[in-house]
């Protein structure tokens, strides 16, 4: 076969919102862990499973009906941006759940670190209250300075991290998907 797969907003949602096994979640990880190199091969998907070309197919099938992942899309190359050049219009705080800065830009570094420590908080003290929740990323909206920040916890496989921004649809930027598997790639530990 000589299909590629790219990725969907959705699916990048559906990837990074829990960290609870789940076979469609693994894949879509590894998919993009694998798109910073560009398109996803359907030999890609296959050496993921092993080889065992039934089971890629089923499950590519289930991630296509789903809108998880689209055909033949134009590759995105991210091999050499960084964080910064993904994002560079929004204003954004990466840290760890401890609350160490990973990278920050818009904000004063004092600032950061302050924004930093209370999404750390909020994060700790907030459960989920729906079912339907596990398909998207844990979001906690707060004001900081008098505007509106949004704070969401993504789980990138083996790494979690929160994305603070005082940008309400960063979500639905064009360069979440490209961002996010920087990030996976980035901070892979296999």
């Known amino acids: 076969m000589n299909a590629c797969y790219l990725i969907t907003p959705q699916g990048v949602r559906y990837a990074i919102a829990s960290n609870q096994p789940d076979k469609k979640r693994l894949l879509l990880l590894f998919i ?3 798109i910073s190199d560009g398109l996803v091969s359907f030999d890609d998907v296959t ?3 092993q080889h065992d070309k039934k089971l890629a197919f089923k499950e590519i099938c289930s991630l296509l009906d789903l809108q998880l992942i689209t055909l033949n899309e134009p590759a995105v190359n991210i091999a050499n941006e960084t964080a910064e050049e993904i994002l560079f219009n929004n204003e954004f705080i990466l840290s ?3 609350g160490l800065i990973i990278y920050y830009r818009g904000f004063d570094p004092q600032t950061a670190q302050q924004i930093s420590a209370n999404a750390c908080e909020f994060i700790r003290a ?3 209250q729906q079912q339907d929740a596990q398909s998207t990323p844990l979001c906690i909206e707060t004001t900081w300075q008098n505007s509106g920040i949004k704070i969401y916890r993504l789980y990138l496989e083996n790494f979690s991290c929160l994305l603070t921004s005082k940008s309400h649809s960063i ?5 979440f998907v490209p961002c996010i598997s920087y990030l996976c790639s980035r901070y892979s530990y296999e």
């Open 32 to 34: 993009l862990k694998k």
């Open 47 to 49: 050496g993921f499973y």
């Open 96 to 98: 760890d759940l401890h």
């Open 126 to 128: 907030s459960r989920r």
């Open 171 to 175: 979500l639905d930027h064009k360069a």
